[in-house]
Every structure is written in structure tokens, then in C-alpha cells.
């Protein structure tokens, strides 16, 4: 996908989002995250949208405050507000050059990494939001592909990583629908290629399913698995963002 696209991206899963919210009312609980009614959903997105919205307009060498010490507003206003942020992100993202240089808390300082980001975390979010409705829609299959390669990319930058490191052995992932195949290699941490290879286990499925079960939204029952499914199940619950 290219800078552009995840822009649209986000107004498109945003939007759905927000009807979804609507659907589902603010004070109905989100299945995939337990803990949460869509008014927290609604809340958590829509700060990220707007720290992100910053961190590209301003480009701060690091960022003074955390999207988490903002403050939402109140419940019966949280759909109109998190819809009134989704331009803002995608235009400004749009407008960057993608190469621009601003924080971020990666190895990858560029905008074109945040665009990326926000298309992926807004897109499981807005099926999180569908399943609170009861009618959740899979991801779109380019974007589906696109998530599990960031997802994968991003274990070593993730602040649980040190919980991959007990793990051993290989894993391939493999899409059914699309071209998207991954090889993890674990040992004392992950390295990730994109690769035809077998694993000590391989998981396959239609690349919106790999997607969600990989964030933990979804029952491994989902994918098809060969080999050490323990392994891959392992894998699943230490690395759950």
C-alpha cells in the first residue's frame, strides 16, 4: 500500500467505526476487549488520532505529552468527537511527504510510519467496534496483509518483547488470499523475513483472519494449523499487544 492509500484507509475505517459506535451505543461492551465499553474504544482511538495529528503537523523532536494524560470528553459526545478527528489525521498525513523525519517510537522516524500505523490500529479497532454492533466486516485484504507485515516488523520495537525470548523454533505464516507469506525465527528473540520456509508450525488462513488472531481478537480455531500448534499458540498469547 502507499501513503495515500493508508489516508484513506483511516477515513474509510473511521468512519465505520463511528457508525458501528452508533449501532452498538456508547455504553455497550466490546467483546475483543473486555475491559472496555465503545465509549472507552471511541476515547482511546480518537486521543491517538489526535497525538498523532500533532506529532506530523509539528514534528517534535519527542513528544512533551502521551496520548493517555489527555483527557476525552464526556460519554454522550464521544462519537461526534472521534469522527471530528478522523480528517484532521488523514490530511495531514496526506500533505506530508511520507520521508519526513518526526518522532516516533521506533527505529522509524518518518511520517510515512505514523500513516501506516494509524490505517492498521484503525482498522482493528473499527472491527472491534463492529463486533460490539454484532455484525463485524473482516479487514480488507490489502490492508490485512499489510498489518500482519507491520505487525510481525514491529516485535522487536514492542515494549513486551522480552517476552518472545524463552521461545524457540520457527514459525510460517502463510495467507490464503492474497500473497503474504513470513518466516519468524525464534531464539533468545524473533527475526522476521518474508519467505516461502518451512516451520516447526504453520498457520494459514485468509489474511484478515491471520490479522485478528495475531492481535488477539480471534479464536485460533480460525486458521488452519501444521505442526507444533502449541508453539504458535504460545507465540499468540506473548506477543498480544
Known sequence: MDHLQYSEAIRRDGAALATAAGHAGVDGRVPSCPEWTVADLLGHVGRIHRWVTAIVEQRPGATEHHWSESEPPAVEK?????????????????????????????????????????????AVHRWDAELAAGHPEPIAVDLAVDGIDERLLLLGSWRGAEQLRSLHGMIHVHCTDADGEWLLRLDEGVEVTREHAKGDVAARGPASDLLLVLYGRAELSTLELFGDAALFEDFVARSRW
Open 78 to 122: 464521544r462519537i461526534e468527537w472521534f469522527s471530528q478527528g478522523l480528517d484532521p489525521l488523514a490530511d495531514a498525513l496526506a500533505a506530508a511527504d511520507p520521508a519526513t523525519e518526526v518522532w516516533s517510537w521506533t527505529d522509524d522516524h518518518s511520517v510515512g510510519f505514523w500513516a501506516r500505523r494509524q490505517a492498521n490500529e484503525t
